[in-house]
């Protein structure tokens, strides 16, 4: 090489990363807004949760306490035991699902068959039918089968609005599943369970995140259901935010708010890197 050549070399170098360095500085500010607006709800809650006192036009509480954090966490309150309750209904809701929408899924995804149309409204059906005249049938043959005012009762009621969601999601994932892998795989000599978890449960662990991140906030947020089949047994985060709400205590209020919307604010963190088809994509060819 000349040096010419080297110069243009190291100008084209130079400008590379250039590029490269402001790529990473508009990912970095993108990611910065959202954020920012993901945590800007928070800054009031945690301003109010922390205050006694606060009347307009303060701009500012005049006076400060932490009385609204003392009783959340103090043992002789309710709110362990309903986040303990809100967190194992929301946790096996979202289990419950996703083993009934990956079949679901598939079948709606990957075959046709006779009546396919009807059974897509039915699983629609939950969604557009009023929540209130569904749960009072259900709630009148839960009672005569003991199931309700339990545990079970609520996780089962609140499969009906979350199954559709998980359903939709799949079904769209298997409608552009190749199942040609699992094809290869078992010419290969995989048996059943093998192919599962190599090959096909790879391709749609994004899809399951994202029906679960919908489960679980459903789930999670889910008040008029549990009132109706918990009948006050069964007392989840909900149901006290919406009694705090009620008694105007802004403190209180404030808390289990910030209590509430975490979880499913960690959830999402958590589950963001499976929001694309890349980890779907480099977990299936890796497997083959």
């Given amino acids: 090489m000349n040096g010419t050549s080297i110069r243009r070399w190291a100008a084209l170098t130079t400008q590379a990363k250039a590029y490269t360095r402001l790529q ?13 607006g993901l945590l800007l709800p928070f800054i009031p809650l945690i301003i109010w949760s922390v205050s006694h006192r606060w009347y307009f036009p303060a701009v500012t509480p005049t006076e400060w306490s932490l009385r609204a954090w003392r009783y959340v966490f103090s043992p002789n309150t309710q709110v362990l035991t309903a986040l303990g309750y809100s967190f194992t209904i929301a946790t096996l809701t979202t289990l419950l699902s996703i083993v009934i929408g990956i079949p679901a899924g ?17 699983i629609l059906a939950p969604t ?9 049938g259900i709630h009148i043959l839960f009672i005569r089968y003991g199931l309700a005012n339990t545990l079970g009762g609520v996780v089962l009621v609140h499969l009906i609005p979350v199954t559709p969601y998980m359903v939709l ?23 059943s369970w093998q192919v599962f978890v190599h ?7 994004p899809g399951i995140m994202v029906g679960g991140l919908f489960a679980f906030i459903i789930s999670w947020s889910e008040y008029l259901l549990t009132v109706l089949i918990g009948g006050g047994q069964v007392v989840t985060l909900p149901l006290l935010l919406f009694s705090f709400a009620n008694s105007g205590d802004n403190p209180i209020t404030a808390a289990l708010s ?9 959830f999402l963190m958590l589950t963001s ?14 497997k083959l």
Avoid: D
């Avoid at 990473?24 to 920012?36: E, F, K």
């Avoid at 598939?106 to 039915?122: C, E, H, N, Q």
């Avoid at 499976?274 to 890796?286: K, N, R, V």
């Fill in 24 to 36: 990473r500085l508009l990912r970095g500010l993108v990611v910065a807004a959202i954020v920012g």
């Fill in 106 to 122: 598939r079948a709606m995804g990957l075959y046709r068959f006779r009546g396919k149309t009807v059974v897509r409204f039915l």
């Fill in 128 to 136: 557009i039918v009023p929540p209130l005249a569904v749960a009072m």
């Fill in 169 to 191: 999601v799949m079904s769209s994932v298997f409608a552009n599943y190749n199942p040609e892998y699992e094809q290869q795989a078992r010419s290969l000599g995989a048996n």
């Fill in 199 to 205: 090959i096909t449960l790879p391709a749609i662990l």
């Fill in 258 to 266: 910030i209590i509430f919307i975490g979880p499913a604010v960690i």
């Fill in 273 to 286: 890197r499976y929001l694309t088809g890349q980890h779907a994509a480099i977990g299936g060819i890796g």
